[in-house]
């Protein structure tokens, strides 16, 4: 693990654990027995996490080894090192499995990810912020992200400055 990244990975981790639980919550109360629609917490904010790596590191045509490299980290932080390391071949791949997991997500950053939405809902109904943590949990990974490979294309810092513009709407 690059050492540059271990606050934010540490950082993801706790605060992955701490908005799974109001997001299955908040999931049941909004789809109630349609579980079909439902996914876990944890693989909903993943899923997310993922599609802002997809998107980032293909801006500027070339994923760097230092973003696989960051992706590995983060799935290993969340997931343990149980699971299969990913490679550059594995991009590609990557995009197909997600896609093929979750048709009906867009794969754009110009909308609030469903996790916020959710986590708005439940912080309304609760009196919690775990919206606010969710946000801030996309911002510093994605900014991590745009840096892991010591070149940040000037479209990937349009997208991520939009991207932080949405998130900070609601």
Do not use: W
């Amino acid at each position: 693990m690059q050492e540059e990244n271990l606050s934010i990975l540490g950082s993801l981790k706790q605060n992955i654990e701490e908005i799974v639980t109001p997001l299955d919550v908040e999931q049941s109360e909004v789809y109630g027995d349609d579980t079909e629609k439902m996914q876990s917490g944890l693989d909903l904010i993943m899923g997310e996490l993922t599609m802002i790596v997809l998107l980032l590191t293909g801006t500027d045509s070339d994923v760097a080894d230092r973003e696989v490299k960051f992706l590995n980290d983060m799935r290993h932080v969340v997931y343990g090192y149980g699971i299969p390391e990913l490679n550059l071949g594995d991009f590609l791949e990557l995009c197909r499995e997600f896609l093929r997991v979750h048709p009906e997500r867009s794969m754009t950053l110009d909308h609030l990810p469903s996790s916020i939405r959710l986590l708005l809902a439940y912080d309304q109904a609760h009196g919690t912020e775990f919206a606010d943590k969710a946000r801030m949990l996309f911002v510093q990974f994605a900014e991590a992200l745009v840096k892991a490979d010591n070149n940040e294309h000037p479209v990937e810092a349009i997208i991520l400055a939009n991207f932080k513009d949405i998130l900070n709407a609601t």
